[in-house]
């Protein structure tokens, strides 16, 4: 099983950026948190991580034609008001799951918006880096849509 991780802006300053909410592990801790994670389920993963939305759109397309049976999306700001993102996912039919790190649902209300939830098939969040686990899980145990 084939899964394509995409961590959206700002993720790379992961230990750096208000670590009362996202924690002071680094971003490298959560390529391997997530590598580690996925060889124990049996999944081949492939991480990666952009500052800029049409390389992230640029990815989907790639998943879409290189048929993985999964993406992991933390699409940081993004996620609350990038509709090029939200059509890239639309165009995908294996599982989508939309993952953040913070409880977006206890924070600003612009963060409590997320223009990609209605394509995605479902949502981890508020779990620190197990937000990734559980994604990773709903993957592995999912159906194809
Ligand atoms: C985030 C939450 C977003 O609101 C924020 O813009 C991020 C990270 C998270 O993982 O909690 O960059 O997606």
């Given at each position: 099983m084939r899964v394509m991780v995409i961590n959206g802006p700002n993720l790379n300053m992961l230990g750096y950026r208000e670590p009362a909410v996202y924690g002071d592990r680094k971003y490298t801790d959560l390529c391997a948190f997530i590598e580690t994670i996925s060889c124990d389920m049996g999944i081949d993963v492939l991480v990666r991580q952009s500052n800029h939305e049409g390389e992230i759109v640029d990815w989907i397309h790639e998943l879409y034609f290189e048929h993985y049976d999964g993406l992991v999306i933390n699409a940081g700001a993004y996620t609350h008001y990038s509709y090029a993102i939200r059509d890239a996912l639309a165009i995908l039919s294996c599982p989508v799951v939309e993952v953040h790190l913070s409880d977006v649902m206890n924070r600003?209300?612009?963060?409590?918006?997320?223009?990609i939830e209605e394509v995605c098939t479902a949502r981890c969040f508020g779990k620190g880096f197990d937000s990734y686990k559980d994604a990773l899980l709903f993957i592995k145990n999912a159906e194809v849509k």
């Open positions: 600003e209300d612009f963060r409590k918006i997320s223009v």
